[in-house]
C-alpha cells in the first residue's frame, strides 16, 4: 500500500552510524531505511549492542547519523542547528528511557512539569497539567512524594507523565519495562498502550521482551548492522 506524505510522520532514508574505535571505524549500523505511518506503535528489537539505543537517540534528535537522513514531519533533523533540535525535541518528542532519570530533589509533579518549566512558564500555568498526567498514568496519590519514595513502575510513570506533558507527536521509548519485575512491567506496558491510542501517538519502542513486541503494530529486527521487518506473530511468545 503505497502512503501520502500526509500519513507519515517519520522517514528513514540510508542511515548509517560508525563509532571510531581506536584505530579502525566500528560500523554499528548502516542503509537504514524505513517509514512510520502517523498513529503507529512500532517495536524494534535486536541483541544489546546492536544499536537500538542509538538508533532512538539519532531518531529523536539527540545524536546525528554517520550517513543518511531522518525527516519528521518532513522536517530534515540533520539540518538542525543545536538550538533548532532542542526547541523540536521539547516540542515534538517525548522520551522514556529504560532508567526514568527523574530529579530526586523534586516531587512527582514537579518532575511531570518540568518539560513545560524549561520552557519559562509559570508554576500555576503547568501545576494542573501536571496533576492531569498524574491522574492519566495513576500516581494522583503520589504527586508530593519524592522520586526515591517512590516504587521503580511508580517512578517509570511520572517519568511517561513527563514525556507526555508537552503533547509531542511522537513517543520514543528505550527499553521502558527493561528495570521492573514482570507482573509491573506489563502494568507500564499496558499503560503505554493505552496512552499511545487515547493519545493518538506515534511510538517507537526499543524493546527485549517480545510478547511486548508482540502486540506493536510492527517490529523491525536490528541485527549485525542491518534491519528487517518481522511478523509480530512469528516472534517467541
Known amino acids: 500500500m503505497h502512503l501520502s506524505q500526509e500519513d507519515l510522520l517519520l522517514q528513514v532514508a540510508g542511515l548509517k552510524k560508525v563509532f571510531r574505535s581506536g584505530e579502525s571505524d566500528l560500523v554499528l549500523f548502516e542503509n537504514l531505511s524505513f517509514d512510520v505511518r502517523k498513529g503507529e506503535m512500532l517495536a524494534i528489537v535486536g541483541e544489546s549492542g546492536a544499536g537500538k539505543s542509538t ?3 539519532i531518531l529523536g534528535a539527540l545524536e546525528r547519523p554517520s550517513l543518511g537522513d531522518v525527516y519528521c514531519a518532513n522536517l530534515r533533523l540533520s539540518s538542525l ?6 526547541d523540536f525535541r521539547n516540542r515534538e518528542i517525548g522520551f522514556v528511557w529504560q532508567f526514568h532519570y527523574l530529579l530526586p530533589e523534586f516531587t512527582a509533579l514537579e518532575n511531570a512539569a518540568m518539560p513545560l518549566l524549561l520552557r519559562q512558564q509559570t508554576w500555576p500555568a503547568v501545576e ?5 498526567w498524574l491522574r492519566e498514568v495513576g500516581l494522583e496519590q503520589r504527586a508530593h ?11 517509570q510513570r511520572v517519568a511517561l507523565a513527563r514525556a507526555l506533558i508537552t503533547r509531542p507527536k511522537l513517543l520514543l521509548a528505550d527499553e521502558p519495562t527493561g528495570d521492573l519485575d514482570g507482573r509491573t512491567a506489563e502494568s507500564v506496558f499496558a499503560l503505554i498502550v493505552r ?3 487515547d493519545y493518538q501517538l506515534t511510538s517507537l519502542i526499543a524493546t527485549h521482551n517480545f510478547a511486548f513486541a508482540r502486540r506493536s503494530h510492527r517490529v523491525l529486527r536490528l541485527h549485525q548492522g542491518h534491519m528487517e521487518e518481522v511478523v509480530p506473530e512469528s516472534l517467541p511468545a
Open 55 to 57: 538508533l532512538l537517540h
Open 128 to 132: 494542573s497539567e501536571a496533576k492531569r
Open 81 to 86: 542547528p543545536e538550538d533548532a533540535a532542542a
Open 145 to 155: 512524594h519524592r522520586s526515591g519514595e517512590l516504587s521503580g513502575g511508580e517512578q
Open 195 to 197: 496512552l499511545h491510542r
